[in-house]
C-alpha cells in the first residue's frame, strides 16, 4: 500500500501584500512537513524565513550554501530565526522547504530548504535548526525586506511515515 | 503527491522524452529523472523546456564536481539547465538523478522553477548540482521535454526514465492559515 505524500493541510494566496503568513493548529499526526512559497518577492531583498510556535528568541542556527550564477560561498550562523533563503529584488523566486519530525517531542527540529531565484539572488540550499524539542504546532513565515506581495502562494503538506 | 505519467527509453535510446497532455487538476509539478546520454564524455548536460522550445529560459547553477564547486548563468536559452548527468565514459551502467519542482505551472505568471540532480559514477569526478531557473512563459505548462541540453548534449540511452508527479494544495479542515 503506498505511503501518503504531500497530504494538503492549507494553502493561502495573497490577496494584496503582508508582513506575515501564519499556520496555526497544525495537528500531530503526521511525521514530516512541507512547506512551498513561489512568488515575486519583497523589492528591497532579504532573508526569508519563519519561526516556530512564536518563538523569537536565539534558539535558531543554520549553514547554507549559495550560488549567485558567478561565485559561490557557504556560512554557518546562529539567529532569533529559522533561515530558509536570501533573495534580491522583486523577482519570482521558489523556497521548498522540508520539515523533518515535526511532531516529536524528544529531539530538536531541522529543516532542509532549497531556494530558487533565477533572476535575482540565485539558487541555495539551506539546513537549519531550531533548538527545542516541542512539536511544532505554529509556523509563522517573514521576509526580512518587508511585505509579500499580492499573489504569492504558501502552501502547506504533510507526509506520513 | 500523485503520479502521473512513467516512461522508460527503450532498445535504441530517444532523442527526448515528453510529457503532453499534462492534466490541469493539480498545483504543482514534481520530475523525477533517471539519466545517461551518448555524449561521448564523462558527463553531459540534460535540459527540461516547458511546452514549446523557445529562448525564453534563463537559470543559475551551483555545481560540484567532487573536488571544486562553481556557479553560472545564462539566459536566453531554449532549456533549463538542471545539471551534469552521466555519458557515454562513465562507469557503466551508472545514472544521474535528477528531480524538478515547478510550482504553481497553471498561473499565468512566468515559471519559476528548481532542481536538484547528482551524476553517479563510481570515480571521483561526478557532479552535484542545484539550478534555479525562470522561464518567461506565462500560459499554463501543458507538456514537458527531457533531453540533452538543447538537444545537443547526446540522446537519452535506453533505461533511461522520468516520472511526473503532480501535487494539489487543499485544506485539512484543521490547519488555519492567517
Not at chain 1, 514530516?32 to 523589492?43: E, H, K, Q, R, S
Not at chain 1, 530558509?84 to 529543516?111: P, Q, R
Not at chain 2, 573536488?67 to 551534469?84: C, H, K, L, P
Not at chain 2, 528548481?114 to 518567461?136: P, R, Y
Amino acid at each position: 500500500m503506498p505511503t501518503p505524500t504531500y497530504i494538503p493541510l492549507q494553502t493561502i494566496t495573497l490577496g494584496s501584500a503582508a508582513s506575515s503568513v501564519t499556520f496555526a493548529s497544525i495537528p500531530a499526526t503526521y511525521r514530516d512537513l512541507v512547506l512551498v512559497i513561489n512568488g515575486a518577492m519583497p523589492t528591497s531583498g532579504g532573508e526569508v524565513y519563519a519561526r516556530l510556535n512564536s518563538d523569537s528568541g536565539s534558539n535558531y542556527s543554520a549553514v547554507r550554501m549559495t550560488g549567485n550564477g558567478s561565485s559561490s560561498s557557504s556560512a554557518a550562523l546562529t539567529s532569533n530565526r529559522l533561515g530558509f533563503f536570501y533573495t534580491t529584488g522583486s523577482e519570482l523566486a521558489n523556497v521548498i522547504v522540508s520539515l523533518m519530525d515535526y511532531s516529536a517531542t524528544d529531539k530538536h527540529k531541522t529543516t532542509l530548504s532549497r531556494g530558487s531565484q533565477a533572476a535575482g539572488r540565485g539558487v541555495a540550499a539551506w539546513g537549519s535548526r531550531w533548538a527545542n524539542a516541542d512539536a511544532v504546532t505554529t509556523i509563522a513565515i517573514y521576509h526580512e525586506g518587508g511585505d509579500y506581495p499580492s499573489g504569492v502562494t504558501f502552501s502547506l503538506y504533510a507526509i506520513e511515515a | 503527491m500523485q503520479a502521473i505519467q512513467t516512461v522508460t527509453v527503450g532498445s535504441g535510446g530517444a532523442a527526448s522524452i515528453t510529457f503532453s497532455s499534462i492534466p490541469a487538476t493539480f498545483t504543482d509539478l514534481v520530475l523525477v529523472i533517471s539519466s545517461r546520454l551518448t555524449l561521448g564524455a564523462t558527463s553531459s548536460s540534460l535540459g527540461v523546456f516547458l511546452n514549446t522550445a523557445a529562448s525564453d529560459t534563463s537559470y543559475r547553477v551551483l555545481r560540484g564536481n567532487g573536488s571544486n564547486v562553481a556557479s553560472e548563468t545564462n539566459s536566453g536559452q531554449q532549456d533549463f539547465y538542471v545539471g551534469e548527468t552521466a555519458a557515454s565514459s562513465a562507469t557503466a551502467s551508472t545514472f544521474g538523478s535528477t528531480q524538478v519542482t515547478i510550482p504553481n505551472y497553471l498561473g499565468s505568471q512566468q515559471k519559476s522553477m528548481s532542481a536538484d540532480q547528482v551524476m553517479e559514477n563510481n570515480a571521483t569526478t561526478a557532479f552535484q548540482t542545484i539550478s534555479a531557473g525562470l522561464c518567461t512563459k506565462t500560459a499554463a505548462v501543458t507538456s514537458l521535454t527531457v533531453r540533452g541540453f538543447a538537444g545537443s548534449s547526446g540522446n537519452l540511452v535506453e533505461h533511461s526514465s522520468a516520472t511526473l508527479y503532480g501535487i494539489l494544495a487543499g485544506s485539512d479542515g484543521t490547519t488555519t492559515v492567517t
